[in-house]
């Protein structure tokens, strides 16, 4: 059993730190001849990392979007009021969170029912929202206490 420091397990094998090849600061999904991470150029990966969006290099999710671009996606369509636009209430919430370090940890916390439940408690100014048939009363029905 080996005790490798840091991440959280065997399955963690890509994240992001100074490449040992190139001396840039970028993801490390390959690995380097003692096993060391080093980047997609030094490890000779075709594959790019790229976010289709920002361009940002990092762990694409869905395929093509960084965890950020998704985080952003996510909130939006969570957070959406009826406009296809988050609430500008609700703007500074989403920037916080989007700003916040390890959106990957913000996604998984957003699979939570009752986290976004408490999110959309402050929407409550748009009653007569459209889609809320479709995203299931429960989020529309039940409300966090006051
Ligand atoms: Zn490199
Ligand atoms: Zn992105």
Redesign the pocket.
């Known amino acids: 059993m080996r005790s490798a420091h840091g991440r959280s397990g065997p399955g963690v094998c890509t994240f992001r730190g100074c490449c040992p090849g190139c001396r840039a600061d970028r993801l490390l999904p390959g690995r380097g001849a003692t096993g060391t991470p080093i980047c997609r150029d030094c490890a000779g990966i075709a594959r790019d990392f790229f976010?289709?969006?920002?361009?940002?290099e990092g762990l694409l999710l869905g395929g093509r979007?960084?965890e950020?671009?998704t985080l952003t996606d996510t909130l939006g369509r969570l957070l959406d009021d009826g406009t296809g636009h988050v609430a500008a209430s609700l703007q500074p919430l989403v920037t916080s969170l989007k700003e916040m370090d390890r959106p990957k940890s913000r996604l998984i916390w957003l699979r939570n029912p009752n986290v976004v439940r408490l999110l959309r408690g402050g929407r409550r100014q748009h009653p007569a929202h459209p889609r809320r048939a479709a995203l299931g009363n429960t989020l529309a029905n039940r409300r966090p206490p006051a």
């Open positions: 976010c289709d969006r920002c361009g940002f979007l960084c950020r671009c």
